[in-house]
């Protein structure tokens, strides 16, 4: 996702950032380097060296960061962010336990009762347009259990590159 605009606003002591026609905050607090009223933003612009997809900021020390979208979006729970986050964990599983499984792909390939182009789809990390339920599917022909847990979020205390 690129970043559209950036701009600063110390009022909310945050960044609000422009992208994929949505806006989103993005406070100071979870800067590494943060900026005061004694070492404000001197520079704050996209930056193109990240392909559009992160901004950088300069304090007047000389100091600077980066943050890139995808801590924005994190932060701010983006819902296509979190769902594609859920299908490359699951997808990374899944990698996982078809090489460590004992079964061929050719016979994981005919319990799936689909096309080995179709499976290796499955297994691509950096395909989204595939379904939960599709591998849900792969990892039960793998002999795991897939159980959703829903929980109360967790406090977020890490704070961006």
Known sequence: M??????????KKAFEIAAA???????YAKLKVSPSRKNPITRLYVDKGL???????????GDEGTVHIDHVLEYNRDQRYMRDLLLYNLTLKARKRVQDSPLS???????LNTSAAQFYRLLDQTNYKKSIDQLTAL????????????RKKRPRLTRAV
């Open 2 to 11: 690129k970043i559209k605009k950036v701009t600063e606003n110390n009022r």
């Open 21 to 27: 026609g949505k806006s989103f905050l993005f406070p």
């Open 51 to 61: 392909g559009g997809e992160g901004f950088t900021y300069e304090l007047q020390s």
């Open 105 to 111: 792909k050719r016979e994981i390939i005919r319990r």
């Open 139 to 150: 990892l039960q022909v793998l002999d795991c259990e897939v159980d959703l847990v829903v």
